[in-house]
């Protein structure tokens, strides 16, 4: 981080948003964080499932083999989807947060 980075040093991920919010408006809202550790990147994060994640991964064109997908947390309890593109001069990551659902277990009656 700097300390002498100004408002005009996250210039690009701040146009980035604001083309996305004219361009896809009416997609999901999704928590923004911009930073002046990363002044080139905007990051649309997504904590309530993987739906609105796939919603702008179609509208941005980004393929489905792009996506990196991981678990997090205590025994890979929550599922990470995560995808980036170049967008606007700025790195646009993609992040989706979901739990992971156990598999019914074989033979156990409910």
């Given at each position: ?45 997504f ?38 593109i ?25």
């Amino acid at each position: 981080m700097s300390e002498s980075l100004t408002l005009d040093d996250l210039s690009m991920a701040l146009r980035a948003l604001r083309l996305l919010a004219a361009d896809f408006g009416h997609l999901p809202a999704p928590m923004l964080d911009v930073s002046t550790i990363f002044p080139d990147r905007l990051r649309l994060s997504f904590h309530y499932g993987l739906a609105d994640f796939e919603s702008w991964r179609e509208a941005l064109g980004i393929a489905p083999d792009a996506v990196e997908h991981g678990t997090q947390g205590a025994g890979g309890g929550t599922r990470v989807l995560k995808a980036s593109i170049e967008y606007a001069g700025a790195v646009l990551e993609l992040v989706a947060y979901a739990d992971v659902v156990a598999p019914a277990q074989a033979g156990v009656a409910a």
